[in-house]
Structure formats: structure tokens, C-alpha cells
């Protein structure tokens, strides 16, 4: 056994190099100013001032956090049912696989198949118009940006949740109709309570990419609802402010600990965490 | 029963979240069984960093027969992205990025000076690219594709007579509020503004930088743009809105596809603009990149260049051939950049303005 744990080192190397180094690099260019060479070293919290100073990136660091909200809660309430359904479905592996399938593809080739669907001129508008509804303005919209990052994220969502209702040991819900519960209260005194830690990494895991996703609100939103992984790409990529760009990043990192760790409380505090084995 | 379908799962979720970029061409046996490329060249492998979508289907295939090498093409989406990734130390053998990208390569002497002997082809070129401000001797670059920047509209409901007279402003006319695609890039978007006003595109002055926003900003706030870059091409042949700002070979591409589509390069003056081919300092093959170069300016392959990409032609024959009566540009107003018109003007490079203006852009589009 001790054998194999030098199995473990090359791991830890590439962790160190891939992980702990970018990430470093991100917290001294947060503190840098004057230009990208990290050579000429000097500390500054000027990139920190400049975000807290200037209202209009707040603004969008507010409106991040809206759309990436909007997005859990739609995927929370269609992904709970859908992953619901599928576990009593006999036919769990095709729906597990069908959920996974779109997964395969490219999300930017997906999200860009939704221009044509949202269009004015668009697969759904003709469709309506056929039955004479329309054309309704979809594409650009906040409907279509929420849309665009639901269909992305979901997966992650069922598949967790999914994981979470699979491993319910059925003699539990046996055991609470036995004792008279109905179905509605064993779904919500038993099922619901032991699904909690599913939902929650499904949150984590949707929400992380949804406040940073950068090109759904580009393809979909027409360019005007500019997020904060807008505003990180253009410092890195247009601008070439790499200082400024690491220190958005870090602000970022900073709120969502925040809201991993608020998370995880309310996991806590709402799942029973084995409670029924005691 | 469970093992399998974690593994499943995470099969699938592995697959999904991995997208690969690199494209790697085939190698090929030199045609002629002569020397080989690589006692000829020192290497038979090249390394492209180009545009997306910016290169003739044939073009590649072509040159990798004929010279029995093998070409590997990487691609990038703005100028800063290729520059980020030449900084971070990535080397490639011929790069085409844009005219004030170039200027600021040769100020940070990142490039190769070319040795024109190799490359005598570079008498194809255009006139006017012959001697560009950025690089007056072509010291450093070979054009590629050029072109300018301007409004295409729908002939069906705009008038040629009003928009050829009231210029960029018909950009923030009422009338077609809801209609229009700006271009999303503060460079391009800052461009239609400074002309609108009358002022240089490279201007410095904080007033004249001021009200160019304050312009920006009335368009945004009234006339509910939609801001776009590589999506416009399919948005303007769908006719999804009536006006769009667009570069020229986007331009002409879409005039082909639907032909109630017409462009305008504005009275007001418009950026006229060069993507040329370069050798970074660290290149490993230069040799292999100028015949590469001098293989661009052929009339094969810079015609199947142009006709695929709809951008004008460095080559002053195919630019005249598919400009002419039987080619397929004839009487597309996007295809022949304008030449020699007092109010056009190239992009300079400039750090801090561009700074100020990216900034500046997040502005106008976030707040709403």
C-alpha cells in the first residue's frame, strides 16, 4: 500500500503546475500595475480601487449575479422533476445518456444553433406564424440569455440530483408509507431532505459557470448584457490590462467562496445528514 | 449495474467538457520526388497563425503538395488574443494580423525583416499596399487581405439617396430604432463614431473622445442596437434588421448570399484597413514561411482566397478579375476598398487611447 502512494506524486506536480501556479500568477497580477512583465514587480492596489470606484462595475457585477440566479432556480425547478422522473423510469441508463448526449457537443456550436431558433425569421417564430402567433422578438432578450444558460447548465443539474435520489435506500420510503405517510408527505419528509446535498453541488455546479459564462450573453443577448466574464475577457484578450483583468477574477473567486460557503450552510442546516441512521 | 453507469456518466461528462482546437494538416511527399522539403527548407512543418475562417478550402492542400510539407494552422479571433499568445512564448512561422498590430510589432521588434529576394511575387500587389504607413518599405510584411468598414443595408427598406447623405447618423435616426447591428469592438464602434463627429480615429483629444461616447451612448440608449461581430454575417442574409455595421468582406460575402443586401462606405470617412502576413523573431522555420508567403501572392491561391473569403485580394490582377465584368464580385459594392479618399484613415497603435476606449465601451453597453 505504501508502494502505491508514490503512485500519488506525479499528480501532486501536476496540480502544482497546472493549478497552484496560474492561480498564483492571478494574485500577483492583482496586485501589480504598470504593464503585463511580471518582472517589474510593484505593489498596488490600484486595480482594486479602480472596480470599487466606478459604479458601472458593480452594476454589472450585480447583474452577473441576477442572471446566474435566475439560471440555478430555473434549473433547480426543471432539473429536480426531470431527475425525478428519470430515476423512476424504467429506462434510467437511455435517459441518463440523453441527458449527457448534448454534453458531447460543443457548447458554443449549441448555443450559436439557438440563433436560428430564436431568430425573428427563426425556427420557432415560423412555426408560430404558421398558426398565426408572432413573430415575438426572442433573440436578444433576457428570456433568451437565461434560456441560453438553462439549456447549457442543466445537465450538471439533473445528473447530481440524479446521483443524490439513486442512492435513497427504498426501504425508507417503504418504512414512511408503513407509518401512514402519504405520498406527498413521504416525497417531503424522506425523498426531498436526502436529495438536499444533490441539489446543492447541482447549484454549485451550475452556478460557478453561469456567473462567469461570458459567451451565452454575447450570442444571445445581442452584445447589450454585458456580464462580468464579459469584462474579464475584454481586459485580457482586447484591452491587454492584465493587472485589472486578475483582480476582477480574484473579486469574482471572493464572491462566489461566499456563496459556496452560505451553500453549504444551508446544506447543514437542512439535510439530515445520516440523522435517519441514528 | 451502478459502476457501469458512473462510468457512463463520467465518460460523458469528460468527453463533453474537453474541445479541441489544433488542425493539423497532413504530411505530404514533395510532388516532383526532387529534394526533399527538409534539406531544402531545414524543416518540412510550418506553423500558421491565422484568422478563423480566412483561407481559400484549397489553399493549404495545394501548398502542402506542391512543396510536399505539412502545415499546421492555428487560429485567432482578435489581434490581442495573437499578441497575448506570441507573448506567452507559443512560436509560429507566418502570422496575419492587422496593420496597427504590425506597427506595434516592429516597435516592440518582435518580427523578421523579409527577405524580398524570396518572395518575388510581391510584385502582384495592389499599388496602394505597396506602400503602407505602418510598414512603408514593406520591410517587415507582405499584405494579405484588405478592405474597409462600412454600413450594409437593406435596399427593401433603406433608401440609398438617405443613407448616402446623412452618413453614420443614420445610425441614430428613429426610425430604425431596433433595427441595427453595431459591431462589438470599441476600435470599430469608436470608428463610426469619431467620423460621424468629423474627427480622426486615432484622435487623443479627451473632448473629442468624450463626445464620441456621449454618440455612442445616444445610439444605445435610444436606438436599441444589438452588438454583434461574426454573427451579422448570417443575421444581415437572413435580412434579421435593416442596417449593420460591417467590415467590407463580411460585407461582400453577404451582398453575394442575398441580394437585397447594399453597402456604403460613408461619406464621412471610414477606416481603411490591411491584415498582412509576418515571420515573428522566434520562428523556427523562416525559410518555409517566405516561400509560404510568396505562395499567398500567387494568382491561384489568392484567388481562392478571395472568392471563399469575400475580402479584397492583395493581388492587383484577382482584385481586377473578380472585381471585373464575368468575376464573382462584379458590381458588389463591398468588394474594391476605397483608395486614396482624404477622410479615410488607418488605426495606429496606441495603448493608452486603446485602454480609455475599451473602457469607455464597457460603459456605453452596460449601463442601460
Known amino acids: ?278 | 449495474m451502478k459502476k457501469i453507469l458512473s462510468l457512463v456518466l463520467a465518460a460523458a461528462m469528460t468527453l463533453g467538457m474537453c474541445g479541441c482546437g489544433e488542425n493539423a494538416g497532413s504530411p505530404a511527399q514533395p510532388a516532383d520526388g526532387g529534394q526533399s522539403a527538409v534539406e531544402k527548407y531545414g524543416s518540412d512543418t510550418l506553423k500558421l497563425f491565422n484568422w478563423g475562417e480566412y483561407i481559400g478550402e484549397e489553399t493549404i492542400p495545394n501548398f502542402e503538395k506542391e512543396y510536399g510539407v505539412k502545415v499546421i494552422s492555428d487560429y485567432f479571433d482578435s489581434n490581442e488574443m495573437m499578441y497575448t499568445k506570441l507573448l506567452a512564448g507559443e512560436s509560429y512561422d507566418v502570422i496575419v494580423p492587422s496593420d496597427y498590430m504590425i506597427e506595434r510589432l516592429i516597435s516592440e521588434d518582435m518580427l523578421q525583416p523579409i527577405d524580398k529576394s524570396l518572395i518575388p511575387n510581391m510584385e502582384n500587389l495592389c499599388d496602394s499596399l505597396k506602400n503602407r504607413e505602418y510598414d512603408p518599405d514593406s520591410t517587415y510584411s507582405v499584405p494579405y487581405f484588405w478592405g474597409s468598414v462600412g454600413l450594409v443595408f437593406n435596399k427593401n427598406n433603406v433608401d440609398r439617396a438617405e443613407i448616402e447623405k446623412k452618413g453614420y447618423e443614420i445610425l441614430r435616426d428613429e426610425k430604425y430604432k431596433g433595427n441595427i447591428y453595431i459591431y462589438d469592438s470599441e476600435r470599430d464602434a469608436f470608428m463610426v463614431a469619431f467620423k460621424a463627429l468629423g474627427y480622426s480615429m486615432n484622435t487623443e483629444n479627451e473632448d473629442e473622445i468624450n463626445e464620441a461616447f456621449d454618440w455612442l451612448k445616444s445610439v444605445n440608449d435610444t436606438m436599441e442596437p444589438a452588438y454583434v461581430t461574426d454573427e451579422v454575417i448570417d443575421a444581415m442574409v437572413n435580412e434579421n434588421k435593416d442596417i449593420a455595421v460591417v467590415y467590407s468582406g463580411d460585407a461582400a460575402y453577404i451582398l453575394n448570399e442575398n441580394e437585397n443586401m447594399d453597402f456604403i462606405m460613408p461619406n464621412e470617412g471610414t477606416n481603411i484597413w490591411s491584415d498582412a502576413m509576418v515571420i515573428p523573431k522566434n520562428a523556427e522555420n523562416p525559410k518555409l514561411a517566405h516561400e509560404f508567403m510568396n505562395y499567398i501572392l500567387t494568382h491561384d491561391a489568392s484567388y481562392d482566397n478571395s472568392i471563399t473569403v469575400g475580402y479584397s485580394s492583395s493581388n492587383k490582377e484577382v482584385l481586377d478579375e473578380l472585381s471585373g465584368e464575368d468575376g464573382e464580385f462584379y458590381g458588389n459594392a463591398a468588394y474594391i476598398p476605397r483608395e486614396g479618399y482624404e477622410k479615410d484613415e488607418i488605426f495606429h497603435d496606441n495603448e493608452v487611447l486603446k485602454k480609455k476606449l475599451s473602457e469607455l465601451w464597457i460603459k456605453v453597453k452596460a449601463t442601460n
Not at chain 1, 16 to 42: C, D, H, Q, W
Not at chain 1, 84 to 97: D, E, G
Open chain 1, 1 to 278: 500500500m505504501k508502494a502505491l502512494r508514490k503512485l500519488v506524486y506525479p499528480y501532486i506536480a501536476w496540480a502544482a503546475v497546472m493549478i497552484v501556479v496560474p492561480m498564483l500568477m492571478i494574485l500577483v497580477y492583482a496586485f501589480t500595475k504598470e504593464g503585463n512583465s511580471v518582472r517589474n514587480f510593484m505593489f498596488s492596489l490600484d486595480s482594486f480601487k479602480r472596480f470599487f470606484s466606478d459604479p458601472v462595475f458593480s452594476e454589472v457585477l450585480k447583474r452577473s449575479l441576477e442572471i446566474a440566479v435566475l439560471t440555478t432556480i430555473f434549473c433547480v425547478l426543471l432539473g429536480y422533476p426531470a431527475a425525478y422522473a428519470m430515476v423512476r423510469s424504467r429506462f434510467k441508463i437511455q435517459w441518463v445518456l440523453l441527458t449527457t448526449i448534448p454534453t458531447w457537443i460543443n457548447m458554443l456550436v449549441r448555443t450559436y444553433a439557438w440563433r436560428g431558433m430564436l431568430d425573428n425569421k427563426g425556427l420557432i417564430n415560423s412555426f408560430l406564424g404558421l398558426i398565426g402567433l408572432g413573430p415575438y422578438k426572442m433573440l436578444e432578450t433576457t428570456f433568451a440569455v437565461v434560456l441560453g444558460m438553462v439549456y447549457n447548465f442543466i445537465p450538471f443539474m439533473i445528473l447530481q440530483i440524479y446521483n443524490a435520489l439513486e442512492k435513497i435506500d427504498k426501504s425508507y420510503l417503504e418504512a414512511a408509507a408503513d407509518l401512514g405517510a402519504n405520498r406527498v408527505q413521504v416525497f417531503l419528509k424522506v425523498t426531498l431532505p436526502l436529495s438536499v446535498p444533490g441539489i446543492i453541488s447541482g447549484i454549485t455546479l451550475v452556478f460557478l459557470p453561469a456567473v462567469s459564462s461570458f459567451f451565452i450573453p454575447k450570442l444571445l443577448g445581442g452584445g447589450k448584457y454585458v456580464l462580468i466574464g464579459n469584462v474579464i475577457e475584454n481586459q485580457f484578450l482586447t484591452a491587454g490590462d492584465w493587472s485589472f483583468g486578475s483582480a476582477i477574477s480574484l473579486i469574482m473567486a471572493a464572491v462566489i467562496i461566499v456563496s459556496m460557503y452560505i451553500t453549504r450552510r444551508i446544506d447543514r442546516k437542512i439535510s439530515p445528514e445520516g440523522g435517519l441512521d441514528k
